[in-house]
C-alpha cells in the first residue's frame, strides 16, 4: 500500500486540497468555491479528492490544514499538523522552486508577502482590511463590465494605453472605473487599468517597505490573470514566475508538514467525513473580565476541540478517551 498526504487549504472565498505522494508528487488535486460554508467546503474537496485515487493501493497517513478555518477543518477531519497560512505558502513555494527570494500571494479576500531567504521564510505581511486588488475585488469588477473574470488577462493583454483606476481602496477604484465607463474608455483599456491597479496597490501596501528580490514567485488565484503577471513585472521590472498549481500552495504545503510529522503520529484516514455531523457553538465564558468567545466544535454530540480562551478558567476540554 502506497502512503500519500493530505493537505486541505480552507480560504474565505475557496478550499483548496491535494494528496502528495511521499516524494512529494501531487496526485490529486481540488479547488472549490467555499460558499460561506467551510466545514461543508472540506468535506466537498476531501469527496472530490478520494474520486481521484485508487483508495485500494493508495493510503492516506497523515493531514494536514491550513488557511482561515484550519481549526475547524483541522478538528473536522483529527488533522496531524494545523498551521498558520504563511507556513505553508512558504514550505509549498520553497519545496518546488528553491531559489524563491520573494513569494507574492493575492486570494479572494486577502494577501500576502513573504521573504525568502535559504528556504526559510524571514519576514512577511499580510493585508486583509482592505478588498481592493483581491480576486473577490476583481470578480465584482468583472461582473459590472459584463466580462468573465477568467478572460480579464487576455482582454488585458490587448490594451495600448491602460486606464488610470485609482487602487487606494474599492470604494475609490469603483468609482473611478463607473467614471471611465461613463466617458467612454474601451473596454480592454479599463480592464488593462484594474490589472495595473491591483499591483501597485499590492506593492504600495502589502510590499510597502519589502525588498523584492528575484526570484519572484507569484501564486494564489488572481496570479492566473496574465494581466495582473505582466503589471506586476512591469512595476518590478523582473520576471514573475507562475507555477501551475500556485492557486493550490497553501494546500500543497499542508500536505507537505503533513509528510514531515513523525511515523508515531501517523494514522489512516477514512475518508469518512460525511458520515458524521459537526457543527460549531460559540460560549461567551463569565469567570472573568476577558469574556473570552470561546468556539466548540462537536462531532455528532461530542465535543472534539475548542479555542478562544485567553487563559485556563475558559478552557473547555473534550473528554478523555477511556
Not at 42 to 48: C, H, M, N, Q, T
Not at 204 to 224: C, D, E, M, R, T
Request: hydrophobic share 40%; aromatic share 6%.
Amino acid at each position: 500500500m502506497e502512503e500519500a498526504f493530505l493537505g486541505i487549504d480552507t480560504g474565505s472565498v475557496s478550499t483548496k486540497g491535494v494528496i502528495i505522494d511521499t516524494r512529494g508528487a501531487i496526485m490529486a488535486r481540488s479547488y472549490l468555491w467555499t460558499e460561506g460554508n467551510p466545514g461543508d467546503a472540506a468535506r466537498r474537496v476531501v469527496e472530490d479528492l478520494a474520486g481521484q485515487i485508487d483508495r485500494n493501493a493508495v493510503s492516506v497517513v497523515a493531514v494536514g490544514t491550513t488557511g482561515s478555518a484550519r481549526r475547524l477543518v483541522g478538528a473536522m477531519l483529527d488533522a496531524t499538523v494545523v498551521k498558520n497560512e504563511i507556513t505553508a505558502h512558504a514550505v509549498g513555494t520553497t519545496h518546488l522552486h528553491p531559489d524563491v527570494r520573494t513569494i507574492l500571494e493575492i486570494g479572494g479576500q486577502d494577501s500576502k508577502i513573504i521573504c525568502v531567504e535559504d528556504g526559510v521564510a524571514v519576514d512577511y505581511a499580510m493585508n486583509t482590511l482592505c478588498a481592493a486588488g483581491t480576486g473577490s475585488f476583481l470578480s465584482s469588477q468583472a461582473h459590472r463590465l459584463g466580462v468573465e473574470v477568467e478572460e480579464f488577462g487576455e482582454i488585458a493583454l490587448t490594451s495600448k494605453k491602460p486606464a488610470n483606476i485609482a487602487a487606494r481602496c474599492t470604494v475609490f477604484a469603483e468609482s473611478d472605473l463607473v467614471h471611465k465607463i461613463q466617458v467612454g474608455y474601451p473596454r480592454e483599456d479599463i480592464i488593462a487599468g484594474l490589472c495595473k491597479a491591483v499591483a501597485t496597490n499590492y506593492l504600495n501596501n502589502v510590499g510597502k517597505g519589502k525588498k523584492i528580490v528575484a526570484p519572484v514567485v507569484f501564486q494564489g488565484g488572481v496570479s492566473k490573470n496574465v494581466g495582473v503577471v505582466k503589471s506586476f513585472e512591469d512595476a518590478l521590472g523582473m520576471e514573475v514566475l507562475v507555477d501551475p498549481d500556485g492557486h493550490l500552495m497553501g494546500a500543497y504545503g499542508a500536505a507537505l508538514l503533513a509528510a514531515d510529522a513523525p511515523d508515531a503520529v501517523r494514522k489512516p484516514f477514512a475518508f469518512d467525513v460525511n458520515d458524521f455531523e459537526f457543527r460549531t457553538r460559540e460560549v461567551v465564558c463569565q469567570k472573568c473580565a476577558n469574556h473570552c468567545e470561546i468556539i466548540c466544535v462537536y462531532k455528532d454530540d461530542e465535543l472534539i476541540d475548542s479555542w478562544g480562551n485567553r487563559c485556563d478558567k475558559g478552557a473547555i476540554r473534550p473528554k478523555a478517551k477511556a
